[in-house]
């Protein structure tokens, strides 16, 4: 019994090791997927026979031939399954839907105020069934929904424990069974930086350890070692956005003062534009008006200290998302020469990077949790 169970688990291990180079690669020969992993050509073809079966992998036609049989082209079915994110914030929602590989098939960004009211559930429950109708998803496809929240989630991905920035987010678990009554797939919760960092690191193969810093219209973190999240014992690890950055400074939502949200957040410099867009804000920079060069300095000055504090707890990359994130790289040596001017250790500050991604990353990251965790179970 114990041998044949040993011989399950290795069939399994090789079936997913299989799949999972698939994901890294265009498309592969047979020979080549068994020249990679070190595997025999029948243990190959037979993993491969079993993944076809499921409809995950499809064959592409032949390559060139250089003599002899021309040998197949296998590749990932991309849109074998899918996976569906949704960012809510006090007063819009974004909803993203991914194929397996990650690449956003449609995004969508509202403006939506938060109510925790039927009108608001069918609103977003209408929009996702126009988008699976467009890409002609059927209900088997679907891996489920990821909700990224501004919000302390519990292990559970169910229960909110903490939520001060969306007025009437209900706490527990009332949240999760109002909006998962609406749909016939599976739903989890997330907080918003810690979706927002699990897609950079989905999207940076290389990297194994970051401190993610979503500035947003409110401040959050996520650390990672190792590709694995570090989320406290409670699930609150990162709130560097209710660290104190200036003692007894200006009164933070949390009830204290002088928190790194009260001088970080995107809201500050989109309330300082006189179109109150954080794009408006951007514009002006841009176009070197004095006004806004000089804002941006003391902005600057904020920033650079909560990452220096960051760098000294953690020793890592830092990488700036949300909304500011999605403008930051043009700034990025500006960022960097702040952060120099408190740097003890390092010589640079190459250590503090822009987002790669642009678009609606924490609804991506929320999504990209069912893919992941697809992955795996192959």
Known sequence: MKNKSTAIDIRNYNRNIIYNLLFQEDDLSQKEIAEKLNLSLPTVIQNLNDLREQNLILELGHYQSTGGRKAKRIALNAMARVALGLDITKNHISLVLLNLTGEILECKHIRLIYRDSSDF?????????????????????????????????????????????????????????????????????????????????????????????????????????????????????????????????????????????VYCSASLLSEFSEDGTLEG???????????????????????????????????????????????????????RKHVMDREIFSENADFVLPCKLHTESSAVGAALIYIDQFKKSI
Not at 136 to 156: F, H, R, T, W, Y
């Open 121 to 261: 559930y069918e609103t977003i429950a209408t929009l996702i069934k126009q988008i699976l109708m467009l890409h002609n998803i059927e209900k088997e496809q679907i891996l489920g929904m990821g909700v990224s929240l501004p919000a302390i989630i519990a292990s559970d991905h169910k229960t909110i424990t903490y939520s001060k920035v969306i007025t009437g987010l209900p706490e527990g678990a009332l949240f999760y069974e109002h909006i998962s009554s609406y749909f016939s797939f599976p739903i989890l919760l997330e907080n918003d930086a810690s979706s927002g960092g699990f897609a950079e690191l989905w999207f940076r193969p290389s990297t194994a350890n970051i401190f993610y810093l979503l500035v947003s219209n409110s401040i959050g973190g996520a650390i990672y070692f190792n590709n694995t999240a570090y989320t406290g014992e409670h699930n609150r690890s990162a709130e560097i956005g209710h660290t104190t950055l200036i003692p007894d400074g200006l009164k933070c939502y949390c009830g204290r003062s002088g928190c790194v949200d």
């Open 281 to 335: 804000f951007f514009n002006e920079l841009k176009m070197k008006n004095p006004v806004f060069i000089k804002y941006w300095e003391q902005y600057l000055d904020y920033i650079a200290m909560t990452i220096s504090n960051i760098r000294l707890l953690f020793d890592c990359d830092i990488i700036i998302g949300g909304y500011v994130g999605n403008y930051i790289e043009p700034y990025i040596l500006d960022v």
